[in-house]
């Protein structure tokens, strides 16, 4: 099956700081989707994104099909940002399942 | 609106006893699905549910049955729990995606629970 990994696994900021989020794939896809964890294990829906670039507010999403590939930025971030960032990819042969990455896990300190 | 709904948020069983963990969604999607997330494994897809009327497998469905009672609700049954079904659950929905495209559409979570078996 397709597989999905994201670097770095952690990232430990200073509030303020900008950073990058990338998602590397194996196979085409058709869209992406990036996910916010909060430490208090909700998860929220950030960028639904089959290529192109999106923003919202502080946090941008660029997803590079043909390359296979999806990056995720923050910029000023806020303790508020901490928390796991998880990226996921239709199955092959089943757009309904999606298969996650492992996540990054991102503290920022005040 | 309250989004996805999942009751229990927190329950402890023991081995071999069975229960049902109830999922609700109150934004008109036809898709929902129930995942379960353990540590170093990610999230995992169980079953789903394309539309009302139906179910099918997803990676991990061995142990759990599932129910799709009407196009809101869309529960989840351990029969008989065992410690490796020790995991935090979560329900999702989306709306169904274009058949022509295969597009799938953003996919929103429950609160999730929290499941101890032991």
């Known amino acids: 099956g397709i597989q999905v990994e994201q670097s770095p696994p952690d990232l430990i900021l200073q509030e303020g700081a900008n950073s990058t989020l990338r998602c590397n794939f194996s196979?085409?896809?058709?869209?992406l989707q990036w996910f916010h964890q909060n430490p208090w294990g909700q998860l929220i829906n950030l960028f639904y994104?089959?290529?192109g670039t999106k923003q919202n507010g502080r946090l941008s999403a660029t997803t590079v099909a043909t390359e296979r590939y999806s990056l995720l930025y923050i910029s000023s971030s806020q303790t508020t940002d901490s928390g796991v960032y998880f990226c996921?990819?239709?199955?092959?042969?089943?757009?309904?399942?999606?298969?996650f990455g492992s996540g990054t896990q991102l503290t920022v300190l005040p | 609106n309250a989004g996805v709904t999942q009751t229990p948020k927190f329950q402890v069983l023991k081995t071999g006893q069975s229960m049902t963990l109830q999922c609700a969604q109150d934004?008109?999607?036809?898709?929902m699905y129930w995942y379960r997330q353990d540590p170093g494994m990610g999230l995992r897809l169980i079953y789903y549910?394309?539309?009302?009327?139906?179910?099918d497998k997803g990676e991990v469905p061995n142990g759990y049955n599932v129910s799709r009672l009407n196009k809101r609700e869309f529960s989840l049954r351990l029969e008989s729990a065992a410690p490796s079904q020790t995991s935090v659950y979560f329900c999702a929905s989306s709306e169904a995606p274009a058949f022509r495209t295969g597009h799938n559409s953003p996919l929103h979570f429950g609160n999730g629970t929290r499941l101890t078996v032991t």
């Open positions: 934004m008109n999607h036809n898709s």
């Open positions: 196979d085409s896809v058709n869209n």
């Open positions: 994104i089959p290529s």
């Open positions: 549910s394309a539309s009302e009327g139906t179910t």
């Open positions: 996921a990819v239709p199955r092959a042969g089943s757009a309904r399942q999606l298969t």
